[in-house]
């Protein structure tokens, strides 16, 4: 069984970060390990990256109790978005087609919010507020799902994964000629995430030893106690009686 990890040379407990600089070669050299373990770990298959621009067309909400209701949409000279909330979501994976590659089919969820503005008067006034969500875009993506494994069955997968790491919006009002009110905004939204296949495996790997935590450095006290507060603890003693004549 392993013991903590420790640096043969130095007897120092190992930790994680860049190996040591060796002084006379001037080359990073990691210290031997001590042994060979099987450890059971979360292995990705396959993953990509995928960039999709959304094109929307919305009509400006203006009914009763909307939030555009009674906006002169005449005046709008600008519209700003921003994206509240994005996510995708993995909603079919195929038979295997030919090696066990499989059609991953994804859907894209994205809440937006739209700003009207107008710039005419010598500061910028908001018009209105309103939000829309997008859920009806999907795509597809060729990815290597391996069968499930005898060793762990379906509880260890494999798992398909899908995560929106980045994005943006967009948007403009719709052309109109010159005086008509803007009943429509076009908007663009960009999303960028990462489709990932994972599963769970045995995996036979070197290893130093145990890891061992360094102490905690404590934060800077902004103000001092009485620790343990002794006197507070206790009742005060009876004083010694004065034997002097």
């Known amino acids: ?20 600089i060796n002084e006379y070669t001037g080359q990073r050299e990691c210290p031997p390990t001590t042994e060979i373990d099987c450890l059971v770990v979360e292995k990705v298959f396959d993953q990509c990256f995928k960039e999709d621009v959304i094109v929307r067309n919305f009509a400006i909400p203006t009914g009763p109790g909307q939030p555009c209701e009674n906006v002169n ?8 978005c921003r994206v509240l909330s994005a996510e995708c979501e993995v909603v079919d994976v195929s038979p295997p087609l030919e090696g066990n590659i499989r059609i991953i ?8 919010e739209i700003e009207l503005w107008d710039d005419d008067p010598p500061t910028p006034v908001l018009l209105c507020t309103f939000t829309r969500t997008i859920d009806d875009f999907f795509n597809q993506v060729l990815l290597y799902v391996p069968p499930p494994g005898v060793l762990f069955g379906p509880a260890g997968g494999p798992f398909v994964f899908c995560e929106v790491v ?21 908007c663009t939204v960009k999303i960028c995430k990462i489709i990932e296949v994972t599963a769970f495996i045995k995996l036979l790997i070197p290893v130093y030893g145990f890891c061992v935590p360094q102490p905690c450095e ?12 002794i006197d507070e603890l206790f009742p005060p003693q009876q004083d010694e009686p004065n034997n002097t004549l």
């Open 73 to 80: 949409l005449t005046r709008v000279d600008r519209v700003e």
């Open 105 to 112: 089919t994804v859907r894209q969820i994205a809440e937006i």
């Open 1 to 20: 069984m392993a013991g903590p990890g420790i640096d043969p040379q130095t007897g120092e407990f190992l930790q994680p970060g860049l190996c040591p």
């Open 218 to 229: 404590a934060a800077p006290q902004q103000k001092t106690i009485e620790c343990p507060p």
């Open 166 to 186: 980045n994005f943006t919006c967009f948007c403009s009002p719709q052309t109109v000629p010159p005086g008509d009110p803007v009943t429509q905004v076009i």
